[in-house]
T-cell receptor
Framework: KAGVTQTPRYLIKTRGQQVTLSCSPI?????VSWYQQTPGQGLQFLFE???????NKGNFPGRFSGRQFSNSRSEMNVSTLELGDSALYLC????????????FGQGTRLTVV | AQKITQTQPGMFVQEKEAVTLDCTYD???????LFWYKQPSSGEMIFLIY????DQQNATEGRYSLNFQKARKSANLVISASQLGDSAMYFC????????????WGAGTKLIIKP
């Protein structure tokens, strides 16, 4: 059974650009959550998608957005990149919203220069 | 609001010794879940163990056990017989109604196992 797949693994972008990250959850899992991990702020929740609908959103500016497709794959987009957006972006997959265990991908390491 | 505190930024432990990683939490919810994750240098978060607030017994998963002291709001991770492969960051996390069931994370503990 394949795990959570995040692409790309590494990304370098310039300030002001936009970026799209992808997450393919475990087959059959319908809940996808995104987290940002930085040395300064630690791990912070970005948003959760379930059945193609955003269910929860963390305290991030509107430059951060996402969506989920009918096959449960999710993308997150960051527009007008800032240096502070440099982080490891982690995606977590759960079978259902009530499920206790979340399985994570290896993350996408974004560097903004 | 929910909060997780891990007071040990880093720990060195001799191989084969047991190690306890501290985690305290704060929540006003009666129902919540506590998690421990391991993050090796590759970046992936690996689920280790889960404890529900109403669980009567401490959770165990192989060499991992969770020392749950509800009155003290403590959820320490115990790793028995540590191995070199246990070297990683360890994160304590919580989820409950107060966080809309999203994970709230501690700052993590960097564990280094010495041969």
């Amino acid at each position: 059974k394949a795990g959570v797949t995040q692409t790309p693994r590494y990304l370098i972008k310039t300030r002001g650009q936009q970026v799209t990250l992808s997450c393919s959850p475990i087959s059959g899992h319908r809940s996808v959550s995104w987290y940002q991990q930085t040395p300064g702020q630690g791990l912070q929740f970005l948003f959760e998608y379930f059945s193609e609908t955003q269910r929860n959103k963390g305290n991030f500016p509107g430059r951060f957005s996402g969506r989920q497709f009918s096959n449960s794959r999710s993308e997150m987009n960051v527009s007008t990149l800032e240096l502070g957006d440099s982080a490891l972006y982690l995606c977590a997959s759960r079978l259902d919203r009530a499920d206790t265990e979340a399985f994570f991908g290896q993350g996408t390491r974004l560097t903004v220069v | 609001a929910q909060k997780i505190t891990q007071t040990q930024p880093g720990m060195f432990v001799q191989e084969k010794e047991a190690v306890t990683l501290d985690c305290t939490y704060d929540t006003s919810d009666p129902s919540y879940g506590l998690f421990w994750y391991k993050q090796p240098s590759s970046g992936e978060m690996i689920f280790l163990i889960y404890q529900g607030s109403y669980d009567q017994q401490n959770a165990t998963e192989g060499r991992y056990s969770l020392n749950f002291q509800k009155a003290r709001k403590s959820a320490n991770l115990v790793i028995s017989a540590s191995q070199l492969g246990d070297s990683a960051m360890y994160f304590c996390a919580m989820r409950g109604p107060d966080s809309n069931y999203q994970l709230i994370w501690g700052a993590g503990t960097k564990l280094i196992i010495k041969p």
